[in-house]
């Protein structure tokens, strides 16, 4: 076996060896969450109290285990019956940078300081995002309809599913019929099953593309361009982030990876949060359900604000 092929292997081992009781930690927080339906009881919140419904959507976006896949099925609806676009967008722009799992994640793949960054900048984002949402919609920007989507109603005029509008108007979405089940534990055993076989498999070809960025990425491609401490540094790490399909798990490793090729302290906070605000499920639902004006929104919002948090960082040391 040659000398780059046993580094490979020896990086899988040593970070699968790290980081399983972090991820199996993240599975049952989320699972418990899905369980006692903790997000259900304060997703009500969204859409309600005006511009309080902000925070709440930011906070509900940061918390539950509503991934940029599981979001779409909850905002379609929302958005279809006159729910505002500031909380939306909120929670839209919160839900694919953090929940439960990959706050853990982080915490056991790139330490426990990027962690609390990231989840501070998570509400960070969806603040920045519901409030700058909030003035464009006052200021007439967002006036009008601004959704793609066209609904759908059961025969006694109520909104179909998510997954039902969706089909109708071409977008695939995810599924699943969820069986009452006689106790909580074996509820919560069929979700750590879901949560576990969905997280596992990311978590699993994201040690092997860290173990890549080890062994094959040349030292110097990093370090000059997100290594050199500096604004420069942050700007680079946020513009390579933000066009990588990067779901908020994959992006831990990958960061995992840089970090020993030496980024820079800002612009790997910068890297964690651009690459999973575009994240392919993500501007899939965004590009389906609203004009293109709203994309762009997001998209600088996720830019700008990834570079601030960066440049944040960077000072603090």
């Known amino acids: 076996m040659s000398p780059d092929l046993a580094k490979f292997f020896q990086v899988i081992w040593y970070e699968a060896g790290r980081m399983w009781w972090f991820t199996l930690l993240g599975i049952t927080l989320a699972a418990l969450i899905k369980t006692f339906q903790w997000d ?34 909850i905002v379609i609806p929302m958005a279809l019956t006159g729910v505002p676009l500031a909380p939306l967008m909120a929670l839209l722009i919160t839900s694919p940078v953090m929940d439960p799992a990959s ?3 982080t915490w056991g793949g790139v330490g426990a300081d990027l962690a609390w960054w990231k989840l501070g900048g998570a509400l960070f984002l969806g603040m920045s995002a519901g409030m700058i949402t909030w003035f464009f919609e006052r200021s007439g920007y967002f006036s009008g309809n601004i959704i793609k989507l066209s609904p759908v109603h059961e025969d006694n005029g109520q909104l179909a599913s998510a997954y039902e509008i969706g089909c109708h108007n071409g977008l695939r979405l995810k599924t699943m019929t969820v069986v009452p089940r006689e106790s909580k534990f074996r509820f919560f055993v069929d979700r750590f099953i879901d949560v576990g076989g969905f997280v596992g498999m990311w978590v699993a070809m994201a040690i092997v593309l860290e173990a890549a960025i080890h062994v094959y990425v040349p030292i110097d491609w990093v370090a000059n361009l997100v290594g050199v401490k500096g604004p420069g540094s942050v700007v680079a790490a946020a513009a390579v982030a933000l066009p990588l399909p990067a779901h908020q798990i994959p992006v831990v490793p990958i960061l995992a990876g840089l970090q020993a090729k030496g980024i820079a302290v800002g612009a790997d906070l910068a890297f964690l949060m651009a690459g999973p605000v575009t ?35 960077m000072a603090l040391g």
């Open 40 to 73: 259900r009881q304060v997703r009500g919140f969204v859409g309600k109290f005006g511009i309080w419904a902000i925070p709440a959507a930011t906070l509900i976006g940061a918390l539950s285990p509503l991934c940029s896949c599981g979001i779409l099925p």
């Open 103 to 105: 706050f853990f994640l």
């Open 279 to 313: 994240s392919i499920p993500a501007m899939a639902a965004l590009t389906a359900i609203f004009l293109p004006r709203v994309v762009v929104t997001y998209i600088a919002i996720g830019l700008v604000g990834s570079m601030l948090l960066g440049f944040a960082r």
